[in-house]
């Protein structure tokens, strides 16, 4: 393989502005200090670190975070500094196939498909020792500014952070396992097991995952609360056993429908919102010695919390970042009985992405999950 070739990419250039660029296109971009700073990024230098490979990207996921960055330059403590980040390249749902190997790599070879874990933990602070890798402090991981995303045709990417998948799956769903595993970090946190109670809030990408994760655990009634019709429709038709729209009721009335299908009140409540009102509702829904994932990021500090509630039926919360030693457990999971590329309700190619993002914000009710196709 040459020593150096271009690459094809998607870079923000400010906020609610996408541009696509390979190497025949630089020229578009008038700015000459911006177009020095793209071509810089566009150009793929071999040979490859010996523990990375090589990887031709596919198909990429837009995430929540994504949208947030480029709507508003920041997404929970982390923002986009226009001076260190732009041009900034957003995406971290990636799957794609190996084209080549460094000279350490010895589990992987050209031609394998993978989906990638998207963060590189240090390996020596204090908590990856004790095996909380996601809490690294040092953790380098995609679109999390300034770390750059891989909406790009050609990605360097560590070996150990790309899981092989099967050939029977689709390049969609291997980019879904990236959202998938906090789904099932959610649901191990929780510890759903067989003939559980579950209670999803949110019927989102990431609370449509979590029902996927509660049937493929075994649990027996998996309700889900929405808005939005639409995303409760899909919800049923993936398997849930019921829904609530909680928009159409009084609080009032919305816990009583809870209540009434979960014969007194779930074991498990899993918040995939990240509202301040849902999240403390959340606390008062769960049954008696039950439990509370949060997973849904507010985007305030600090919210209200009904903490006589949590303490009287001695609830546990237990909030969750990102997700841990999972990939394995979620490809097997997906190839098994979970179909997480149907929770994709629009599919755009590169060139459209600007689109994909403008869709995502202005017909946010009825784009569940964005990805992008990288040819
Ligand atoms: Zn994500
Ligand atoms: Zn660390």
């Not at 309700?345 to 009825?366: G, M, P, V």
């Amino acid at each position: 393989m040459e020593e150096k070739f271009w690459n094809k990419g998607a870079f923000m250039t400010d906020l609610n502005t996408m541009i696509v660029a390979d190497e025949q296109h630089l020229d578009l971009i008038e700015d000459p200090v911006l177009r020095e700073s793209v071509r810089k990024k566009l150009e793929v230098k071999l040979p490859l670190h010996p523990d990375k490979v090589l990887l031709k990207i596919e198909c990429v996921g837009v995430c929540g975070s994504d949208v947030h960055y480029f709507h508003e330059g920041q997404c929970g403590t982390f923002f986009l500094d226009k001076k260190r980040d732009i041009p900034y390249m957003l995406g971290h749902e990636a799957a794609g196939t190996v084209v080549a190997v460094g000279a350490n790599v010895k589990d992987l070879k050209a031609g394998d498909r993978v989906c990638c874990e998207p963060g590189k933990a240090c390996g020596k602070c204090e908590m990856c020792r004790s095996g909380k890798y996601n809490l690294c402090r040092d953790v380098i991981f995609w679109a999390t500014p300034p770390v750059q995303g891989c909406y790009m045709r050609y990605v360097e990417f560590y070996a150990d952070l790309c899981f092989r998948i099967p050939d029977t799956m689709s390049i969609e769903a291997g980019a879904m396992i990236e959202p998938f595993a906090t789904a099932m970090f959610a649901v191990q946190t929780a510890e759903v097991k067989k003939g559980d109670t579950v209670f999803i809030m949110g019927s989102g990408c990431i609370g449509l995952m979590t029902l996927l994760a509660c049937r493929h655990k075994g649990a027996e009634k998996i309700i889900l609360c929405d808005l939005e019709d639409i995303r409760l429709e899909k919800a049923m038709e993936l398997g849930a056993t019921a829904v609530i729209n909680n928009g159409k009721c009084s609080e009032e009335e919305f816990y009583a429908e809870v209540r009434r299908l979960t014969d007194g009140g779930p074991r498990v409540v899993i918040e995939a919102i990240g509202n301040a009102v849902t999240i403390r509702q959340a606390g008062e829904l769960a049954g008696r010695g039950g439990v509370v994932v949060l997973l849904g990021m507010p985007p305030e500090d600090i919210i209200p919390f009904n903490i006589n509630a949590i303490m009287d039926n001695e609830v546990q919360v237990r909030p969750i970042f990102r997700y841990r030693y999972i990939f394995p457990e979620c490809i097997e999971a997906a190839a098994d009985d979970c179909p997480i590329e149907k929770v994709i309700s629009d599919l755009y190619d590169l060139d459209d992405i600007q689109t994909a993002f403008n869709d995502s914000i202005s017909r946010k009710n009825e784009v569940v999950k964005a990805a992008i196709r990288i040819d």
